[in-house]
């Protein structure tokens, strides 16, 4: 099981919670089954890790998403790193701990970008295996190749690398220097029936020509057209036979004029390889200064606005309840409704503290008689009668969460729901 960084999907997330309604993003996260339960918090979490499988299905359904929309998805992708790079929404140390193994380097290069892909294979996970062809200036433009494949065909994702080339394209803004000028995908993985099987486009193929709706599309050929189009040299010669669709016209998704198959590109190829194209010599004195004006505004209230739509949406996505405990009058009230105060009111406080922080729901009857706030006499502390007026109090909300007595001596917490606690 590989495991990839929740990077990209944390991007998507931020633009989606800047652009959309709770309501939109909920249609988004309810479409595909395949979804995990913790899904928002693996995405929202700067620790956040998903299987290599489950991201390309977000991002694939996030695609359709946006098709059955009538969005662009290489507009939206567009928007979305533009915005992500220019504003101070960046997700700051997780791009940061990417970089640490290099950042000498960056400081010493004379060409930032070069480094940048360069390093790229050894940062991003989402990238498998990569290898990067550099060839030298012409013109002081470079024209670099990067090569990755998939090794699990089966789990394709139909519309996966518009999302990828994105992803690379960008990676220099994040260092106070312009992205990519041009990246265009020369080879795809994807075969041109995966890319059309959910926009209802069959294709025929007639003697290696390949039609759809009776036009003719483009042509089957060995994968060897390609690399010798290229100027490649590849070391699995078994693969240069492999055939190969070279598209010849472009299809067009005709609901949001996406292009789906792009003229001379190569599809079904044993991997995908990328042409990145920019002005070399590019530098910057401080090429972290972004990332670190953007990790100390973060500490502020620059990701207010952001934060609160995601609790919103965590709000909306499952069923919720809200627990406040007020320091002024010693009380908790539930959703805004008084529940308790006093002694009753800091045993389910240090109680809900502790679950919220940790997850932990069970409970020992001495670690709060050892709190000199719940029980003032350690000589007669009384804790069961007072643990008595808790329990009665939350078989009002039980909905929403229990306290069960089910052994001597200890306690445990039964969240109904998700629970969302905050002291004021």
Known sequence: MVMVTNLLLRIVHIELLSSYSTKDILDLIRMDSRFPSNLLDSIWFEEGVFERE????????LTEWLFSRGINPEQ?????????????????????????????KFYETDDVRRLSLETLPDRQSLIEGAQVIFNDPVENVRNDIMIYRCEEKDKLASHYMPWIEALVRYAPAFLTCPPYESIQTLCFQNTVAEVLAKHNMPILIDNKTVLLHGRVIGHVVPFSEAIEKYGLSWSNTQETSIPCIRIDDDVTESNSGTILLKRGAYYGAPANIVKISYQAGVTHPDPFAKLMSSLVRQEFDVWQPVQKAHEALLNAANDSVVITYYKSDDSISVNDHHLMRNVPARILRNLLREYTATGREEYENREFKRDPEICMDPLRPNFESRLNRVVAHVEKVSKYFEIQRHRRGG??????CRIVFKEE
């Open 54 to 61: 489950q991201h390309r299905i977000y991002l694939d359904a």
């Open 76 to 104: 939206f992708i567009e928007n979305m790193f533009s915005r992500f790079t220019s504003s101070e929404y960046m997700s700051s140390r997780i791009i940061l701990r990417s970089y640490l193994p290099f950042v000498p």
């Open 411 to 416: 306690f445990r917490f039964k969240p109904n």
